[in-house]
């Protein structure tokens, strides 16, 4: 049973926004630190987005001012709300803890930007 379940990817035009979720156990949410990756075939699969804490964030410099990453409490989810989207953001995305964790990761959730 897959423990973390990436959803909301999908085709979206350049400058276009998206939300991405991913739904968790309770004791992966409250115990680890979340983070966003994504990966390009061919590529090294790279952190995009790390929730530190509730009040810290970190970004990587691609995604800096177009990506928020956010957690809901009750629902056990953490989200990636991408704005102003450019074709290099095109990727399967993942969710997983910082550090990452094999286990964990799910089957992601596909993202392509063009027009």
């Known amino acids: 049973q897959a423990q973390l379940v990436e959803s909301g990817g999908g085709l979206v035009q350049p400058g276009g926004s998206l939300r991405l979720s991913c739904a968790t156990s309770?004791?992966?949410?409250?115990?680890?630190?979340m983070g966003w990756y994504r990966q390009v075939p061919g590529k090294q699969r790279e952190l995009v987005a790390d929730?530190?804490?509730?009040?810290?964030?970190n970004y990587a410099d691609s995604v800096k001012g177009r990506f928020t990453i956010s957690r809901d409490r009750a629902k056990n989810t953490v989200y990636l709300q991408m704005n102003s989207l450019k074709s290099e953001d095109t990727a399967v995305y993942y969710c997983?803890?910082?550090?990452?964790?094999?286990?964990?990761w799910g089957q992601g959730t596909q993202v392509t930007v063009s027009a």
């Open positions: 997983n803890t910082v550090p990452a964790r094999a286990p964990f």
């Open positions: 309770e004791s992966i949410f409250s115990f680890y630190r």
């Open positions: 929730l530190i804490t509730d009040d810290s964030t």
